[in-house]
């Protein structure tokens, strides 16, 4: 049996501007458990909306994998997503899908006055 295997889809920092994180290979993994943990937010309303996005190799464009986003980030907090075919789905928590061969979180920053959010992105393959 396979095991679950532990990796870093954006490593904690200070993000500023809207951006995509580095592709990471799945290897396999039908699914995925994905930790959001945001320890700071400045700058005037600050924001933060994260999506998990899939690698389409033949037209060569990532694609939002639907439904697969955290609730908006507002303030220092934690929150989880998990993707994996068959589970009941609830907002923002849970997708029922299978995880493509190369994902990666994709997050838009907003806000005025120089919003930053500092926040990391840690995951759990499930094979």
Request: one cysteine or more; aromatic letters at 6%; a negative charge.
């Amino acid at each position: 049996m396979a095991a679950n295997r532990t990796v870093t889809l954006r490593a904690s920092s200070a993000f500023a501007a809207t951006a995509a994180g580095d592709p990471v290979a799945s290897h396999g993994a039908r699914g995925i458990v994905i930790y959001l943990n945001c320890t700071a937010v400045s700058g005037t309303s600050p924001t933060a909306d994260c999506k998990i996005q899939g690698y389409d190799a033949l037209a060569d464009v990532w694609q939002d994998i639907t439904s697969a986003a955290f609730a908006q980030v507002t303030a220092a907090s934690t929150q989880t997503l998990t993707i994996y075919p068959g589970v009941a789905e609830t907002s923002n928590v849970t997708v029922s899908d299978v995880v493509p061969a190369l994902i990666r979180v994709h997050s838009t920053i907003g806000g005025s006055s120089t919003p930053t959010v500092t926040f990391s992105l840690g995951g759990v393959f499930i094979p």
